[in-house]
């Protein structure tokens, strides 16, 4: 029973399935605000209000040729893919949504599952620089050098945003900074600061506009994954969306107050919070232009850095202060 | 590491064929070499074998942004060999219709910018404001892109005053709408910091390589045809010139829509002054022999043709300077010490029509870089040569 249990908790909810679904879903309403943002209509003809039309794009991308080139290191440019994806959903099943129990410690819930998560959602990065340096295309180099540099740009602002409510929450467990915040529901308003810089260092790691350096079309073609088709393309596609929704989910889960009330309500705050990361997101992404890569870096050392060091400052003064 | 990449022929940013190679050393870029010749299609042959009214419509179709100004610059100068004298009311109209193209022409730019810089929003919003003059071009001439209304010795349709109407009423919101991007344009502080600083172009050095249009007028120069040789009905407007001092990408946004700004109020001016009269007058069939030099302040800058005529029907040489052409030894000197990000940003900003500026064809040999000149009929005997030699036949049936 615990195997089949272990196996639906993988697979069905709140792995792969649920994932995938709800990804999709989060896809399609980021397209949708965006577009609407711009005057436009976004998907309309898939399903109601073009509901299944990412998963449409998914199912497209499947059917395409996919091709490998000669010159490629092919173990790797095959793998990766896969890889990626299974890392970005693996931090999706430690998100505190569905391990809301706080007595017992379970393999998906337990002390540092923060860093955990953290250091899974670095990965997709490094991956999607192998897998640009291993398919040997020059716009794919200069992408996978763009994905590396502003890595050092963001990183180190959304660790310091991230962890700061952790501290004041005393806990580097998830589902105990949730639950401290739902106690004290006005220290939320501590991390405010710490918030704005974690959505602005999302943005980065989602190489979304203005971070969509790696892969801007006008400049580098496809950049990173210019040689990529087919069905690897579409699990890089389908990684960048699951990505979307388990940063959107930990920064809800921190800095939001996570997710009250057990397994049905909590997965009403779930949705509710995370499309509104999404929509921040979706907001960042329609009202700014692409910058340059040396302005990323000079931006989050310049302002993003020392702003997540005074939420530090202010968080340590408060925890002095309140106990 | 220093290395090569190819911009195009075939690349995301070029809206058509142009061979951009880059040299680059990290994100810096050293050296820019341009190539044409992936777009010829032999236009100023074919006016040769056309009557002058027929080469009406062939030049517009030399553009498919500024076809307005190919025509009336191509009219304006056979107006002059066969010194015609059109009608007051039809030149008014020749020129309400270039202004109008010419806002239509910078919204289109406008939002290229926007999108060249990976601003999308921008890019929707100056599409979605396009329109309103694309009706209004609609109203008057029946067409959206090629308008046709040109003919030698004046234009074909005349407006009445529903027209009059609704072209003032759609520059309101257009002006409206443009002092909107004039804003974002000048403070959206990711756009900023895009384009300020970026393609330095000098003042001194814009001269020196002849850079034409909006390129110069960001780089401190205010040339334009309008006001220098004011043609037809340019001095009887109230106008100016915008210039910008800053030399950069920034500085051509800001004067395109300042000359936007300035378009609108030249509209309005002909609507109100348009004089009664005819539309056009009768244009006869030949050309005394002779040779004219027309110049026109085209969207992109100043537009040249040269025609010749032998006393015939047809010219016997038409000779097209687009503006495009004038701007790329300028664009060499831009895109040097760039970085990659910009390489897009500043070749859009001289607003490249890339067609336009098709002259010629280089043989280039892929294995040794070497370049000649061939005759057509040598072209044609080579590939034949090689059709025949080639070792693998495949035969291709036309299915039909």
């Excluded at chain 2, 064929?17 to 190539?35: K, N, Q, Y």
């Excluded at chain 2, 300020?196 to 020196?208: C, N, Q, T």
Aim: proline share 5%; aromatic share 10%.
């Amino acid at each position: 029973m615990a195997v089949l249990r272990t196996l639906l908790y993988l697979v069905v909810y709140p792995g792969l399935v649920f994932l995938f679904v709800y990804s999709t879903f989060a896809e399609w309403f980021d397209r949708k605000v965006y577009a609407r943002l711009q005057n436009r209509m976004g998907p309309t003809h898939t399903g109601r209000s073009g509901l299944l039309q990412p998963i449409a794009d998914f199912v497209k991308l499947l059917c395409k040729e996919d091709v490998v080139p000669e010159a490629a290191d092919k173990t790797l440019f095959n793998l990766l893919p896969i890889f990626g994806l299974a890392v970005v959903a693996t931090a999706g099943l430690l998100l505190p949504v569905w391990n809301f129990s706080l007595a017992a410690s379970s393999p998906a819930s337990f002390a540092g599952d923060i860093i955990v998560v953290l250091y899974l959602l670095s990965l997709p990065t490094l991956i999607l620089f192998l897998a640009a340096w291993s398919s040997t295309n020059l716009f794919s180099t200069i992408g996978g050098a763009r994905v590396l540099t502003m890595l050092f740009g963001y990183e180190v602002p959304l660790f310091l945003a991230v962890l700061s409510p952790a501290i004041l929450a005393n806990s580097w467990r998830l589902a105990e900074i949730a639950a401290f915040y739902q106690r004290r529901p006005v220290l939320i308003l501590a991390n405010l600061l710490g918030f704005v810089i974690a959505v602005i260092a999302v943005q980065a790691k989602l190489e979304r506009t203005p971070f969509d350096i790696p892969h801007a079309e006008t400049e580098i073609v496809g950049g990173t994954l210019t040689e990529y088709s087919g069905k690897k393309l579409a699990l890089f596609r389908l990684m960048a969306d699951v990505e979307m929704v388990v940063a959107s989910g930990l920064l809800a889960a921190v800095f939001l107050g996570g997710f009250p009330g057990g397994a049905l309500l909590g997965f009403v705050y779930f949705v509710v919070k995370t499309l509104f990361v999404i929509f921040l997101l979706s907001l960042l992404r329609a009202m700014t232009s692409r910058i340059r890569v040396d302005q990323v870096v000079s931006m989050a050392w310049r302002y993003l850095a020392p702003l997540a060091v005074l939420q530090l400052l202010i968080v340590i003064l408060l925890k002095g202060f309140l106990s | 590491m220093k290395f090569q990449v190819p911009i195009g022929p075939q690349h995301p940013a070029l809206k058509e064929p142009i061979s951009l190679r880059m040299t680059f050393e990290g994100e810096v870029i050293t050296d820019a070499d341009i190539r044409l010749g992936y777009n010829h299609r032999g236009i100023e042959k074919l006016a040769e074998q056309k009557t002058w009214i027929q080469n009406i419509y062939l030049t517009e179709r030399i553009c498919g942004i500024c076809s307005h100004s190919h025509t009336s610059c191509y009219v304006q100068g056979v107006e002059k060999l066969m010194e015609l004298e059109p009608p007051r009311r039809g030149l008014y109209l020749r020129y309400l219709v270039a202004e109008l193209e010419r806002v239509h022409s910078h919204l289109l730019w406008l939002g290229v910018a926007g999108h060249e810089a990976g601003f999308d929003s921008f890019f929707m919003y100056t599409w979605r404001d396009r329109e309103v003059v694309m009706d209004l071009l609609e109203t008057i001439s029946g067409n959206r892109v090629h308008y046709a209304i040109n003919t030698i010795g004046g234009v074909r349709r005349d407006i009445d005053e529903q027209q009059k109407a609704k072209i003032l009423e759609g520059v309101v919101t257009l002006r409206e709408r443009s002092e909107y991007y004039f804003r974002i344009g000048a403070s959206e502080p990711s756009f900023v910091g895009r384009l300020a600083g970026v393609g330095k172009l000098p003042k001194e050095r814009a001269i020196a390589l002849c850079a034409v249009g909006p390129t110069t007028r960001a780089s401190g120069v205010g040339i334009d045809v309008r006001k220098e040789d004011p043609y037809a009905v340019y001095d009887e407007l109230d106008f100016e010139v915008p210039v910008s001092d800053s030399c950069d990408v920034l500085g051509r946004v800001v004067v395109r829509v300042k000359e936007l700004l300035e378009s609108y109020k030249m509209i309005e001016q002909m609507i109100r002054k348009l004089p009664d009269g005819p539309v056009a007058v009768k244009a006869p069939r030949r050309a005394k022999p002779n040779e004219v030099v027309s110049r026109y302040e085209a969207p992109r800058g100043e537009n040249i043709h040269y025609i010749k005529s032998a006393g015939g029907d047809k010219p016997e040489r038409l000779k097209v300077r687009a503006p495009t052409l004038g701007n790329y030894p300028a664009t060499v000197e831009m895109l040097k010490n760039g970085f990659i990000a910009d390489i897009p940003l500043i070749f859009a900003a001289i607003d490249p029509c890339i067609c336009c500026a098709e002259r010629t064809v280089t043989l280039v040999s892929a294995r040794t870089g070497e370049e000649t000149v061939v005759t057509m009929s040598d072209l044609r005997r080579r590939a034949k040569a090689r059709d025949s030699q080639a070792s693998l036949k495949r035969n291709a049936v036309w299915p039909f």
